[in-house]
């Protein structure tokens, strides 16, 4: 599949979709209490979207029934909110969301420790987080994406930690998923150059124990499958003549 190259006005609207998931993202995290249900958390975030004149990707995307993927300890992604998953201290929650701006979408993912988290939930969402940004610095025209894959990988295995691997990163542009996949693994195969006017959802998923998964009866959440906590970070990514990037960003808000 070939990847399409975005235009000037492509990214500009991309950039407008990216800029409001972030600031989504930023309103969602002050929510991030004990006591508050994984559907209040989907409804805020709804809300907000459509606040912004935008519409939130996720929803009845492949049936999906909500805007805002919320996946709590050993949840990897895809948790669909519910009035009885409620917060408590302790646990870990990542928020993944898209919001499509003038038919564009913008793709990101959060993990927060809820309260006090222990020591090993924070190293968890450190070491994923910093495993996006080892893969950033490879998001350079030349390169190709399995520079970006093997970066992303060895950030967490030198770690102890495992990469999810039956989940990928991906295209991002006109639709929400597009060529080309992005493992946060190496491949055999180098994979396609990276080119000026790609945009590319980078999304490390991580467990602290075994990298294997499986999926629950509700045909979505993905959770580990020994029962290990896993942590999500992604974020909108621009290729560029230099540096990339990050388009699910806004001033003044941190990633
Ligand atoms: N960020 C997620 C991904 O790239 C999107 C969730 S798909 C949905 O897989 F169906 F849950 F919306
Ligand atoms: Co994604």
Do not use: Q, T
């Given at each position: 599949m070939a990847i399409p190259i975005k235009s000037e006005n492509e990214i500009q609207r991309m950039r407008e979709a990216g800029r409001i998931l972030a600031l989504t993202h930023e309103e969602l995290r002050k929510y991030?209490?004990?006591?508050?249900s994984t559907y209040d958390i989907d409804k805020l975030g709804e809300e907000v979207i459509r606040s912004y004149g935008c519409t939130p990707?996720?929803?009845?995307?492949?049936?999906?029934?909500?805007?805002i993927c919320v996946s709590i300890?050993?949840?990897?992604?895809h948790g669909i909110p519910s009035k009885d998953r409620i917060l408590k201290e302790g646990d870990i929650v990542s928020l993944d969301a898209g919001v499509i701006y003038e038919g564009y979408h913008s793709d990101a993912a959060r993990t927060y420790g809820v309260g006090e988290i222990d020591e090993a939930s924070r190293k968890l969402i450190k070491v994923t987080r910093e495993s996006f940004f080892e893969g950033l610095k490879q998001?350079?025209?030349?390169?190709?994406i399995n520079d970006i894959s093997k970066a992303v990988f060895g950030h967490i295995i030198v770690r102890g930690y495992s990469a999810v691997v039956d989940l990928v990163g991906h295209g991002v542009g006109a639709h929400l998923h597009e060529a080309p996949e992005i493992p946060n693994f190496p491949t055999r195969r180098r994979g396609a150059k990276l080119r000026p006017g790609m945009t590319l959802a980078i999304e490390p998923m991580i467990n602290i124990g075994d990298y294997a998964v499986r999926w629950l009866d509700d045909d979505w959440t993905v959770v580990t499958a020994d029962g290990s906590r896993s942590a999500h970070y992604e974020n909108t990514v621009l290729i560029t003549e230099g540096e990339p990037e990050i388009l699910s960003r806004a001033d003044g808000i941190e990633l």
């Open positions: 991030i209490k004990p006591g508050i990707s996720f929803l009845n995307y492949n049936g999906y029934p909500a805007s300890n050993d949840e990897v992604v998001c350079r025209a030349g390169k190709h």
